[in-house]
């Protein structure tokens, strides 16, 4: 058998506090970027490669992106996912280094993430079902504005907001386009949603609400048929949507593996004082 293989399989001591085995059967896997794919070569030769019907824990090649791509495709296997960055921003990987990669797995910081649940309805009354790790936003399609009627809880809480758009996010996804848009950073265990405005016409101050993490937020399209609005849940579009219904899928959980004091807490308070 080769060492690399052998590398992957053996039996050790669990991680104090985490109940982690300290080395696993590795799965990598890899964007379609040129660095991610000759991190795979490299990593793979080195470490082995597990079928990921056997491993337990996976190896995320790429940016932040692909991150998210992988969090959906293993989804319901309850595998962590550790990330190393051979994208750009890479603000939910690890930083790519070759050396090491066993102790790292064995050292690292779970944090553990829910995704938001949408369903949304369309103007010819078909319903799209959709998880979303970061956000959920609605976006005008057309020139004109949106126009959006809020509810939370089922509890009409803003008659109109004309807008470029809306969004739900969650606290993982709250350095993303949350901030874009001026939303707020949400601290990791907060235990609350941010509900952000994008370019607010109508209230013109009106920038948003933070929302109990629990809260049922329905977003009625106002003149859908002339002013257009589509539905993303991370990067999957629904188009001509009149109405929204967003909450936290409890039900999911993401695993995702940090380097020791590189969390995503850490990272989250480090973006607001840059």
């Known amino acids: 058998m080769r060492l690399s293989s052998c590398l992957s399989r053996v039996m050790v001591r669990v991680h104090q506090g985490t109940g982690r085995p300290m080395t696993r059967n590795v799965h990598f896997t890899a964007s379609h970027a040129e660095t991610a794919r000759a991190a795979l070569s490299v990593l793979t030769a080195r470490y082995g490669q597990a079928p990921l019907a056997e491993a337990d824990v996976v190896v995320a090649l790429g940016g932040d992106g692909f991150m998210l791509q992988t969090l959906h495709a293993t989804q319901g296997r309850g595998l962590p996912v550790y990330g190393m960055n051979r994208g750009t921003v890479?603000?939910?990987?690890?930083?790519?280094?070759?050396?090491?990669?066993?102790?790292?797995?064995?050292?690292?910081?779970?944090?553990?993430?829910?995704?938001?649940?949408m369903r949304a309805t369309c103007a010819d009354g078909t319903c799209t079902e959709a998880l979303a790790i970061n956000e959920v936003s609605l976006l005008r399609e057309g020139p004109q504005a949106a126009k959006l009627r809020i509810h939370v809880d089922g509890r009409l809480r803003m008659e109109e907001l004309v807008c470029d758009g809306a969004l739900v996010s969650t606290p993982a996804g709250s350095t993303a386009y949350n901030y874009s848009a001026h939303g707020p950073i949400l601290p990791i265990g907060s235990e609350v949603l941010a509900l952000t405005a994008i370019a607010p016409f109508r209230p013109r101050r009106w920038r948003g609400a933070l929302l109990p993490k629990g809260a049922s937020v329905v977003i009625e399209v106002l003149n859908a048929d002339r002013r257009p609005v589509m539905a993303d849940a991370d990067s999957r579009s629904v188009r001509h949507v009149t109405q929204v219904e967003i909450r936290s899928a409890d039900d999911i959980r993401h695993r995702l593996l940090f380097d020791p004091g590189h969390g995503l807490d850490e990272r989250l308070l480090r973006e607001q004082f840059v």
Do not use: K, S, W
């Open 90 to 117: 890479g603000f939910l990987m690890n930083a790519y280094a070759q050396d090491d990669l066993t102790d790292r797995l064995a050292l690292a910081e779970e944090t553990v993430i829910n995704p938001l649940r």
